[in-house]
């Protein structure tokens, strides 16, 4: 089983910065993808930015220049960078990984969600 812990969700003015981080623990092989998704009141859940495990990235395009995908290897864990926040960033922000097994499997595993709220 994997286990994947969120953190650093909050709230913040317009313009603000927050940076959000996902590590992972388990028994598994190794990482592949991971990236970072967003869904808000009444919609539906939307890729904000992924990152292979070369570090090659993409990021959705109201969030490009503001947000900042990375990743550490050797902590497991996938972090968010967002800067220049705006109100429509509001949203439950939650990591996913795509780990391979012991088995070499390929399996997709969801942190639980962080809230951040944008708000004057």
């Known amino acids: 089983q994997v286990q994947l812990v969120e953190s650093g969700g909050g709230l913040v003015q317009p313009g603000g910065s927050l940076r959000l981080s996902c590590a992972a623990s388990?028994?598994?092989?190794?990482?592949?993808?991971m990236g970072w998704y967003r869904q808000a009141p009444g919609k539906e859940r939307e890729l904000v930015a992924g990152?292979?495990?070369?570090?090659?990235?993409n990021y959705a395009d109201s969030v490009k220049g503001r947000f900042t995908i990375s990743r550490d290897n050797a902590k497991n864990a996938v972090y968010l960078q967002m800067d220049s926040l705006k109100i429509e960033d509001t949203a439950v922000y939650y990591c996913r990984i795509i780990v391979v097994t012991t088995l070499y499997r390929s399996l997709q595993y969801w942190g639980q969600g962080t809230l951040v709220t944008v708000s004057s």
């Open positions: 990152i292979t495990r070369g570090n090659s990235t």
């Open positions: 388990g028994s598994f092989f190794s990482i592949n993808d």
